[in-house]
């Protein structure tokens, strides 16, 4: 079974974001990129299946030079070969723009099984998998926590929970799969691991080496622009219950839960 | 200056995350139980980080004492110590790789560093401490095996260890060089494990006393030659305070973390506390003795990759290191106020742990004596 996993490098949840001054972006300067934690779990699950039905793993990012210690991250961990499509051209692009240079690295690539996040924790977007899922014109199961293969190994069986029950849904291979939080525990890379993943294949493709025209991508081309990015409002000032005597705060609490914060 | 490469950043980037999951969370919890958290130590040799420091060959990870440094300053800095069981485990198996036999690291190292065999180091006794080769457990020749005699004491990991490396006198009457040093399995006969010591910090980590009636271990147990035991211990010694130099740089660096956020924080006289000048400067010279403490350790790292003399360096640094902790960690408790004495804030935790690291593995007084004596030779 041939599984890729799709790779978007996220700032870490711990990295202090600070808006850039044309407040459209935030400074990346002081900020320490991860692997977006939802295609952790594609890893997770990719290298899973293989250990079960054999194949390859391969990992495919888009961005910046950066992008490759993501793709180690996952070679560290047990993935086969690593695809990063770098090009300057890139900058700024929308999720649509980002789905359609994956969906070109992809192509060429055997597959059974893909792999996205469900979202990334960084734009929160999560668009990236049904759009890359309809490039390439396959069934896309999304936000799935369990998977099941048939035992003819010609489709999947899948769990989405709905609302506290579970959704189980079908569809043949090849199939994109978008994974949710729940899927698996991923494992951490092994010292040999890590000390192997430099050996592994990196290509490196730039918009041109996938045949693809560099005017379709970037901020000029996005389909949806971003406005304005705005901190999180400031945390207002408590509020103290004043009262002679208990039973007096408590009923001032009351009226207030009530007719202020509208909680009773 | 000192940049990790792309490798030693993925190594330093795992064990964080590792550590910062998997020990941090429950390390109050261990220590109030007494607990030695063994999954640990197996999740880790599963992942090839119990023989970090040993050549691949006997499925060491083949890290330079660089990387080794690395490492062990990102865990500290996830959980502020909490590691402790590892470099005293490579203790035990740095002496087989180097000095042992290719049956002794085809029988016993490979288990050490894969995780499976948890390694002690027992040189300390009641009455030779510092002064180490005044050790008096005896090791006769009997025989295909050596018999040994006497009493150890403070031994980390004891109890929970399946091999113990023990030094002993092979000759009473000539000091360091009449020490051999040997390889003992937990199960052998004579040897008995004591009580679980009750200490000031680090009780997740067992530390007993051992005694030795008439414990019978195999002439192939040796490591290296007769009477030169002393030798391998001080090697083995001198890798290992790197690693004690690099934990207490983590310490200092989980202290100064905490610090700096809650004088952040915290209100007093209608501001904050990191206003006040004197909070500043606490805070500066926290962070200027914790970057000197990582370039000293870091320098012992990379001449010990060079394959240089560090027996100076290696002392140097763990002596400012784990003295820099133990002010660093005492100044965290300080700025955090009522709350840094309460175990919730964990920074008192820090400041226990670092106190050991002034002890262990030759005391700071020591240390300074490596120094002198090299200055003055
Ligand atoms: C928790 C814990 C774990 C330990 N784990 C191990 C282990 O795994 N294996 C092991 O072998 N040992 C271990 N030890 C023992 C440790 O290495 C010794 O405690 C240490 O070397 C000091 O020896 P001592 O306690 O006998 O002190 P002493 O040697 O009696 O020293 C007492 C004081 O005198 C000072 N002093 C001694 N000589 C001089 C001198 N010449 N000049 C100036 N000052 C001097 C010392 O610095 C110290 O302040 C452990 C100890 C502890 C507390």
Redesign the interface.
Known sequence: MNIIVCLKQVPDTESQIKIGSDKKSIVTDDIKWVMNPYDEFGVEEALRMKEKFGGTVTVVGVGPKRVT?TI??AL?MGADKGVLVNDDALNGSDSIAIAKALAAAIRPLEYDVIFTGQRGVDDDMGVVGAALAEFLGIPQLSLIIKIEVAEDGKSVKATRPVEGQALIIEAPLPVLITAQKGLNEPR????????K??KKPLEEKTLADLGLNAGEFGSAARKVKVLEITPPPERGGGKIVTGETPQEKAAELAKLLHEEAKVI | MFTPTEEQQMLIDMMGKFAEKEIAPNILQWEEEGKFARHIFDKLGELGFCGMTITEEYGGGGLGYMTYAMVLEEGAIKTGGGLGFLPLHLAAATPIEAFGTKEQKEKYLTKMTAGKALGAFALTEPNAGSDAAAIMTSAVLRGDRYVLNGAKSFITNAGEAELYLVMAKTDKDKGANGISSFIVEKDAPGFIVGQKEKKMGLNYISTRGLTFEECEVPLANRVGEENKGFLSAMYALDGSRIGVAASATGISQAALNAAVSYAKQRYAFGQPIANFQIIQFMLADMETETVASRMLAYRAASMKDEGKKIAAAAAMAKRYATDTAMRVTTNAVQILGGYGYMKEYTVERYMREAKLLQIVEGTSQIQGLVVARELLK
């Open positions: 210690e180690r991250t560290a951490y890379a092994s010292l040999p691991g890590i000390m993943a430099k």
